[in-house]
């Protein structure tokens, strides 16, 4: 079940403005350059960022996103882009991308093996699944406790205040509030818990499930923060 911010239509309206700067997002561009991948699925694709972002570099592009009310956003930008509420009949792909650390939303180890094998059956022989996550060694939720409110102008909306607030951390799993304030006062709330993995237990998963990682490298916008998983389907 995606978190309100991003199955609330209102909440989902204003994800782009506060999650504004995707630096992250070029690398994928060029690892989809460098695969040589046509035919691609941004899994978890939000808004769509990405995904309108590879089409307007004329690969092939599938966004699907159980948040509908993210993929209304997100088909409002492009039709060039097939936008999908659920995996059904999709398949063939040569990549599957999860950006914007999709793949720490799957909490239990169930969720997450069950997702790679989703994913490997909607992938061709030789095809490739490219994820990031973060390095639960950097231990990016000390920063988080030092986060400070943060108001943005949303257009159309006006000024939307974002409350940030760490409320757990149990790890691997690491919990926090965001608090949204409209200009009209209303006040809306998403509750999001995330899981992190280690290098051994990602290395471990991928390969039960039957994957060849070829490389792990750095996010080159976030350094020492992200490890990216380059992992092809034999
Ligand atoms: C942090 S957002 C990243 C969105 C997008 N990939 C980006 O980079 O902007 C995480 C996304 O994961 C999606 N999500 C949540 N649960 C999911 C699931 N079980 N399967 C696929 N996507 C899921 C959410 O709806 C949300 O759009």
Redesign the pocket.
Known sequence: M??QK??HPRLAAVYDTF?ADRGDLEAYEDIAAELGAHHIL??????G??AVRLTARGHQVTG????AA?LDIARAKTSAVTWAADTGGLSDFDLVV?????AQ??LTDTDWNT?LHTVSGLLRPGGHLVFETRRPEYRIWDEWAHRRPDTRHVPGIGDVKLDFQLTGVRLPLVSFRDTYTFPDGDVLTSETTLRFRDRHELDASLTAAGYRITDVRQAPDRPAMERVFLCEKP
Not at 64 to 67: H, Q, S
């Open positions: 995606p978190d991003f199955a999650d941004d899994y978890g694709c939000g808004t960022s990405l699907y996103d159980p948040a993210s999860m950006t914007g650390n999709v939303v799957f997702t």
